[in-house]
């Protein structure tokens, strides 16, 4: 994350609101990774080191970077800790408010019910599901998803909004937009609902008639299936268009 925005809203008079978004994994939303604030500023202690060894190569460089790397699952979850470590240090003074949504899904009610804007996440996969173009995909068919409707994590940046920009606070309001409990949802029932609407109400472009496909939680098996089900018919087809003298896709 860029401190600029934040060095332009220090000089602005009286700023109401600042919103940095971002999206976190379940993991972190729900408490089993460690909070942000529990974390030392690693990106102040990663830019002194990298302004010594700016003329160190990449192994170099590689090795400064699992320094400081805590136990993240991955670099997307370390790449947001950092993120809102620059924001703690940079605007602690400013009216400002961190959005932690989870898997942000289409909208509930407003402005149509089940309206989205662009492919991403989960919603990419299940487009790809229904139409035919996944046959099958590696996950654990009982682990539960915790989606939230964009409307709803719309209208928590609103209230956040709301809430700094009434009455400061001695640090960043924090809002783990997350759905309860009670309401997330298998991936096996993602699944079936996907396969059920695409049939009963196919989308343009769709592969096949027929929309199914499957869940295998075993990843060497996953590897075998998807072989023959997606490379194996894309090769048949790539090799087709080039007899034909046509370019492949």
Known sequence: MRTDCFQYASKTRRPKCLLPYKSSPPEL??????????????????????????????EKLQELIAD???????????????????????ASDLPVAIIRPSIVFST???????????????IELF??????????????????LNLVPAD????????????????RCASPLVVNCTATENLHVKHCECRRYTIQMANEFPLPRS????INSMIVPYKYLYYIIAAYYHYLPAIVLDAILRILGKRSR
């Open 29 to 58: 939303v729900f408490g089993k990774l460690p909070s942000f604030r529990s974390i030392p500023s690693f990106h102040r202690h990663l830019r002194m080191r990298m302004e010594l060894n700016k003329n160190e190569d990449m």
């Open 68 to 90: 400081c790397k805590p136990d993240w699952p991955n670099s997307y979850c370390f790449s947001k800790c950092l993120a809102e470590n620059v924001i703690t240090d940079t």
């Open 108 to 122: 509930w009610k407003h402005p149509i019910s089940g309206y989205l804007e662009e492919n991403f996440g989960m």
């Open 127 to 144: 487009l790809g599901v229904g139409k035919g173009f996944i046959k099958v995909y590696n996950a654990d068919p009982n682990s539960k």
């Open 152 to 167: 709803i994590v719309a209208n928590a940046h609103v209230l956040a909004a709301w809430s700094v920009g009434t009455k």
């Open 207 to 210: 592969f096949d008639q027929k």
